[in-house]
């Protein structure tokens, strides 16, 4: 089974500061993916980015980029130039490559509150 | 692309009674998927479909929960004989086949059981 470890319950940056949420991973798989989700306060579960284990290359969307560390199974996510909307739980989830090819469940953290200040 | 739509929003009910939520996937989204998320928790999965097979159910699915997908369209997720312990926000997330395919959620059905 897989686990998904988030160290940081919550953590605050100011506005237009640099962040850095940690995320380690516990699995016995060669192939899978990492995901970091965002949940506002709407609830809503939003993707803000993803990783695919056999890319050595780090995934970046914009202002968000991560340091994935294969083997120190760790998946961190940066997030540059904070803005308020970013305030957010922020998730970190696994999902393993299944043996058809296609996409099976994501194995969540358990968040990392985020708070963005003026 | 309408997003996954969940209904109701909330529901309050009382310890005993059942309950059913519906989830609406995004079209043509083949893969349907069932999580519980408590309070300060993440999501925990519950139960996925892939058009109407259930292909996994997590141990937490006890026999008081049921799931169905019977037109590998919308979906239903029923709790018999709610409990306090079954209050919770009840998530639906949808995705197309192929790998990897990021998972869209909807706004869950939050339970409150009295």
């Known amino acids: 089974a897989q686990t998904v470890t988030q160290s940081q319950p919550e953590m605050s940056v100011q506005e237009a500061e640099t962040v850095t949420l940690s995320c380690t991973y516990d699995t016995s798989e060669n192939n899978y993916y990492l995901f970091w989700y965002k949940q506002p306060p709407s609830r809503q579960m939003i993707l803000v980015i993803r990783?695919?284990?056999?890319?050595?290359q780090n995934a970046t969307e914009n202002r968000f980029s991560v340091n994935f560390q294969k083997a120190a199974k760790s998946f961190s996510l940066k997030i540059s130039d904070s803005q308020l909307g970013d305030t957010a739980m922020y998730f970190c989830a696994f999902m393993k490559h299944d043996t058809t090819g296609t996409a099976s469940k994501l194995t969540f953290g358990t968040g990392t509150r985020l708070q963005v200040t003026l | 692309d309408t997003g996954v739509s969940q209904d109701p929003r909330h529901k309050i009910t009382k310890r005993g009674q059942n309950v059913t939520f519906r989830c609406d996937p995004i079209s043509e989204h083949n893969r349907l998927y069932w999580y519980r998320q408590t309070l300060g928790q993440g999501p925990e999965f519950l139960t996925y479909f892939q058009n109407e097979a259930q292909l996994e159910k997590s141990r937490l699915l006890s026999d008081r929960f049921s799931a169905e997908r019977p037109k590998g369209s919308f979906s239903t997720l029923e709790i018999q004989r709610t409990e306090q312990g079954d209050s919770a926000m009840y998530l639906c997330?949808?995705?197309?086949?192929?790998?990897?395919?990021?998972?869209?959620f909807g706004n869950g059905t939050r339970l409150t059981v009295t």
């Open positions: 990783q695919e284990a056999y890319k050595q």
């Open positions: 997330a949808s995705s197309p086949l192929g790998a990897p395919r990021p998972l869209h």
